[in-house]
């Protein structure tokens, strides 16, 4: 298959739609992430069950789900709810740390957690998602726990390593090393998980693995090119985002890279003087530049990537089933159709 093929009758997203449904196990996961939110503080309690209930795409989840049913689990095991609901506790625990961080007001149009209950509680509440994550993955196989213990810490140096532009000049190769970390590295943990607990061969395993990473870095490139072309309705929160941070994503470096006057002048000064006018000024320049289709042209460059690396486990793998085989590759196109 190929991530051209986008132009075929039936969108990517019609057809995850038709797959996701009735998804085996999906229901299940949700179900065992609420179970989580328990506890005998209820400032702990409420904070998740806010943010979980603004809504998401669920992706990561659905991966792993995805990725288990096109090898051949149709019916999800117990270990593999438990992993892609621990994954999904992890990418929310790292979610209400980032608002925090980032300073970021809004969160899918609602205010975000630490605005609401504060700083210190939403700060214990991301802690306490994550010892329930690890309260899950610590029960399944040596294989998993080491594999998401390595997810971990890769996306907390991701983190890290997010440098504001003004502090530090990052290329385009160490901003592409950030997303592997910060976002790719769950991505790969739901394939590598779903590919172990299906098939456990390694063949299949070290290339859905690749799967999984190309397809996250691929999906935050398309979240920076979205940061500067999508409306506040469709985003769920202001366009320019990344600009007014000064965020070392891959369209900030490549308009910096690009020799622009107004990417110097907003990007390498931590604050400047009547800033949403300048955002507005990057924004028009971005949109009617070449810098949004060079960083589209890199992602579908990881898309494309993820679809080698799914099409060589796929033939390795002896139970594999087309219905889901054909939503994996949707979902690799969606990563790209959210432009269109």
Known sequence: MSVASSQSSLSAKAILAERL??????????????????????????????????????????????????????TPSPRLIEIAAGIELIHMATLLHD?????????????????KYGVPNTLLAGDFLLVRAFSLCARLDRHIIDATEQACVELTEGEIEE??????????TEVLEIARKKTAALFRLAAESAAFLAVGKEPVLNCFLEFGEKL?????????????????????????????????????VLWLESGSELSKRLLTEPQLEGEDLFVAKALAELRHGETIQRARALAIKYAREAESALDAGLAQAPNKDKAYSTALYALIRYTTERLE
């Open 99 to 115: 608002d925090i961080i980032d300073k970021s007001p809004i969160r899918r149009h609602k205010q975000s957690a630490f605005l």
């Open 21 to 74: 449904v009735n998804l085996p196990g999906m229901s299940a996961v949700e179900e065992l992430i609420r179970s989580k939110f328990e506890s005998d503080s209820s400032s702990l309690q409420e904070i998740p069950e806010y943010l979980f209930a603004l809504g998401g795409k669920r992706m990561r989840p659905m991966l792993t789900l995805l990725s288990a049913a096109a090898l051949g689990m149709r």
């Open 163 to 172: 440098i504001p532009l003004f502090r530090a000049h990052l290329n385009v």
């Open 216 to 252: 996250g870095v691929a999906f935050q490139i398309l979240d920076d090119v979205l940061d500067v072309i999508s409306t506040e309705d469709l985003l769920g929160k202001k366009a320019g985002q990344d600009l007014l941070e000064r965020k070392p994503s891959v369209v900030n």
